[in-house]
């Protein structure tokens, strides 16, 4: 039977690393968020692999999507549930692109991101840098077909965030980390950086 379920654990980075940008074009990612409370979510994405876009304060979801809208090759539907303990129930399927942009045009909260991806340690990785009222917030996660346990923590990963709804991709449509980045920066200098301690042993990268 399909697991399904995601299992990952995601972390506070303050920048992109300029080792993991090879110059090639990231994937690009804009998403739409039409359920987005109490941590459950339905989501519609498009992905791009041929377009490098930049991600500021300034760049709009719908914006890259009218201006690039043939780029996107791949689009998908995604139901997700809470997420507890680092384990989040999810069931995604392909779509058409051009339904998911006509979707994503009429409605729904959109966010914009490029994703960059890298094997690091014993784990593939994903660094989600985001645009528009969540920059410059980039976020680090690793994710297995099973609980991410007694993990490699890269150097750049600043503090756990797999508990913290506020970073959860719905989280941000709803509410922008513009609207509470001040807030969390006070949190981080006041209570200093954590690593949640029921995964194992937390290794940090040497």
Same mark, same amino acid.
Request: overall charge negative.
């Given at each position: 039977?399909?697991?399904?379920?995601?299992?990952?654990?995601?972390?506070? @980075?303050?920048? /992109? #690393?300029?080792?993991?940008?090879?110059?090639?074009?990231?994937?690009?990612?804009?998403?739409?968020?039409?359920?987005? *409370?109490?941590?459950?979510a339905l989501r519609i994405r498009l992905k791009s692999n041929?377009?490098?876009?930049?991600?500021? #304060?300034? %760049?709009?979801?719908?914006?890259?999507? +009218? +201006?690039?809208?043939? *780029?996107?090759?791949?689009? @998908?539907? %995604?139901?997700? =549930?809470?997420?507890? &303990?680092?384990?989040?129930?999810?069931?995604?399927?392909?779509?058409?692109?051009?339904?998911? !942009?006509?979707?994503?045009?009429?409605?729904?909260? #959109?966010?914009?991101?490029?994703?960059? +991806? *890298?094997?690091? =340690?014993?784990?593939?990785?994903?660094?989600?840098?985001? &645009?528009?009222?969540?920059?410059?917030?980039?976020? !680090?996660? *690793?994710?297995? $077909? $099973?609980?991410?346990?007694? /993990?490699?923590? #890269?150097?750049? @990963?600043?503090?756990?965030? %797999?508990?913290?709804?506020?970073?959860? +991709?719905? =989280? /941000?449509?709803?509410?922008?980390?513009?609207?509470?980045?001040?807030?969390?920066?006070?949190?981080?200098?006041?209570? =200093?950086?954590?690593?949640? %301690?029921?995964?194992?042993?937390?290794?940090?990268?040497?």
């Open positions: 039977m399909r697991d399904d379920f995601e299992y990952e654990r995601r972390f506070f @980075c303050r920048e /992109l #690393p300029a080792e993991l940008d090879d110059g090639a074009p990231p994937i690009l990612i804009v998403q739409s968020y039409y359920v987005h *409370a109490d941590n459950y041929t377009v490098r876009e930049a991600m500021t #304060p300034r %760049t709009d979801a719908i914006d890259v999507l +009218n +201006n690039h809208r043939d *780029a996107f090759s791949q689009a @998908c539907v %995604t139901v997700k =549930g809470p997420s507890v &303990g680092g384990t989040r129930y999810e069931v995604e399927k392909d779509i058409d692109p051009d339904i998911a !942009a006509e979707l994503v045009l009429r409605g729904g909260a #959109p966010i914009v991101k490029n994703r960059f +991806n *890298a094997w690091i =340690g014993e784990d593939g990785w994903s660094i989600d840098v985001f &645009g528009g009222r969540n920059a410059p917030l980039v976020v !680090a996660e *690793a994710e297995r $077909s $099973s609980p991410v346990t007694n /993990l490699i923590i #890269p150097r750049f @990963c600043v503090s756990e965030i %797999t508990d913290d709804v506020r970073f959860s +991709n719905d =989280g /941000l449509a709803a509410r922008p980390y513009a609207d509470w980045a001040a807030d969390y920066a006070r949190e981080l200098e006041e209570d =200093g950086p954590r690593l949640l %301690t029921f995964f194992g042993k937390n290794r940090r990268e040497e």
